[in-house]
């Protein structure tokens, strides 16, 4: 037996439903001096390796008992992960009036991308769009994502856009790909300078401006924070910035 396509949007619909009952309890419970906090957060990549221990080790502080989920927080895996209820927002970056309605983004700070390879790639030097178009990439393709965003841009500019891609939604894969093929990869500028990823990848001098990310805080719009939550977000806010 399956569901149908109504039952299916149902289905979703009700599992917030109990998410957000269950929170509630929850809130209850903490305010009465329980310890049944329980926070499940998606974080993109650049704030795992930067800002993420400090807000974990502060988080715990506060919050010595509450159950703490971490995911990945590339962009295709974070909205099925926050639309079925299974985390209460994400640490991402997203195109601001890119995302869909039922989604909103609380900025933090503008993310500026660049196009990555491995230091001894046969295009690490090249200066025009046209000479990486027919290269090999890696995308991320998702509602509200950079690549996807870049690319409708590409095409209404009448720019060529890449044929040869290969879509992942993990930053393991796509790091082991694009240091160890002649795969090339669009990604936060940061990465430059997080050991021991800034040894792995160069640059490419590529003369035009990518559009910028908004890291910020992402979660659906009709779904408040429990106050556990809240905290975690907040604690985000400020070392993330």
């Known amino acids: 037996m399956e569901l149908t396509e109504c039952g299916r949007q149902l289905a979703v619909r009700a599992r917030l439903a109990q998410e957000q009952l269950a929170l509630a309890r929850q809130d209850i419970r903490q305010l009465q001096g329980g310890k049944q906090a329980r926070v499940a957060a998606a974080v993109t990549p650049v704030v795992f390796m930067g800002a993420l221990p400090k807000v974990v080790r502060e988080f ?32 991402a970056g997203a195109m601001e009036g890119a995302l869909d309605g039922d989604l ?19 295009l690490a030097r090249a200066t025009r769009w046209e000479d990486l178009v027919d290269a090999d990439w890696l995308v991320h393709r998702a509602p509200g994502s950079h690549h996807t965003v870049l690319f409708d ?89």
Request: include cysteine.
């Open 60 to 91: 715990r502080r506060t919050l010595p008992y509450a159950q703490l989920k971490l995911y990945e927080g590339l962009m295709p895996m974070v909205l099925p992960l926050l639309r079925e209820g299974f985390v209460d927002f994400a640490v």
């Open 104 to 122: 909103e983004l609380d900025p933090i700070a503008p993310i500026e991308m660049i196009v990555a390879c491995r230091p001894d790639h046969p």
């Open 153 to 241: 841009q590409l095409q209404r500019s009448g720019l060529p856009v890449p044929q040869r891609t290969i879509e992942t939604n993990t930053f393991g894969v796509s790091w082991g790909l694009v240091t160890r093929s002649d795969l090339l990869l669009i990604l936060p500028e940061r990465f430059l300078s997080i050991e021991p990823y800034a040894r792995q990848i160069v640059r490419v001098p590529l003369a035009m401006s990518l559009p910028a990310l908004t890291l910020g805080i992402l979660k659906l719009r009709a779904s408040p924070l429990s106050l556990a939550a809240t905290r975690l977000a907040t604690l985000f806010r400020r070392y993330a910035r």
